[in-house]
């Protein structure tokens, strides 16, 4: 069974760092884009990063570019999202998913979240 | 405001059937890009619930289906029942933002 378990959320300071982690299990991780998708309270999903099987290829929307870093681990099938200079408008559930990749990738398994508030 | 556009909010009763349209332009759905939808209930992650247009994964009962045509998907429910009250994503690629986008969501209500 593919299962993904998010962790590292928690209240942070604006101006402030964080990283969440996404461990995976129950599939190949090596063999799989990854992505984080966020959604703030009481609104719609939002693509944030996503990286290439081997970790070669990065892609962000404008709004985190230049202050998230995403990355992985293979080794230890686990997704990284290292967010800094964090606003208040940062302020969501973190979910990792896995990509499934086509003329528009979809994500076809999600993990349970994690909240991040960003707030002083 | 979202890239593709979906209605707020959609509903009706046991048994019914309810269509949630996504709107989207020539840089998204316009373009040929696959359209898939997902299904949030309350409190939980979202699921996904149509890929590439048209197809269902498995365990997804055949009363959803959806279409694509031209700028335009849409996702369908039939035989409605109370345990599909949930929110509903649309989501394609954008060639413009250069990334994946989302509809902002439609909640369907069960009467």
């Known amino acids: 069974e593919v299962q993904l378990v998010e962790s590292g959320g928690g209240l942070v300071q604006p101006g402030g760092s964080l990283r969440l982690s996404c461990v995976a299990s129950g599939f190949t991780f090596s063999s799989y884009w990854m992505s984080w998708v966020r959604q703030a309270p009481g609104k719609g999903l939002e693509w944030v990063a996503n990286i290439k099987e081997d970790g070669s290829e990065k892609y962000y929307v404008a709004s985190v570019k230049g202050r998230f870093t995403i990355s992985r681990d293979n080794a230890r099938n686990s997704l990284y999202l290292q967010m800094s200079s964090l606003r208040a408008e940062d302020t969501a559930v973190y979910y990792c998913?896995?990509?499934?990749?086509?003329?528009?990738?979809?994500?076809?398994?999600w993990g349970q979240g994690a909240l991040v508030p960003v707030s002083s | 405001q979202s890239v593709l556009t979906q209605p707020p909010s959609v509903s009706g009763a046991p048994g019914q059937r309810v269509t949630i349209s996504c709107t989207g332009s020539s840089s998204n759905i316009g373009a040929g890009y696959d359209v898939h939808w997902y299904q949030q209930l309350p409190g939980t992650a979202p699921k996904l619930l149509i890929y590439?247009?048209?197809n269902r994964p498995s365990g997804v009962p055949d009363r959803f289906s959806a279409s694509k045509s031209g700028t335009s998907a849409s996702l369908a429910i039939t035989g409605l029942q109370a345990e599909d009250e949930a929110d509903y994503y649309c989501?394609?690629?954008?060639?413009?933002?250069?990334?994946?986008?989302f509809g902002g969501g439609t909640e369907l209500t069960v009467l």
């Open positions: 998913a896995r990509e499934i990749r086509g003329s528009s990738s979809h994500f076809d398994h």
């Open positions: 989501q394609s690629f954008d060639s413009s933002l250069g990334g994946w986008v």
């Open positions: 590439g247009n048209i």
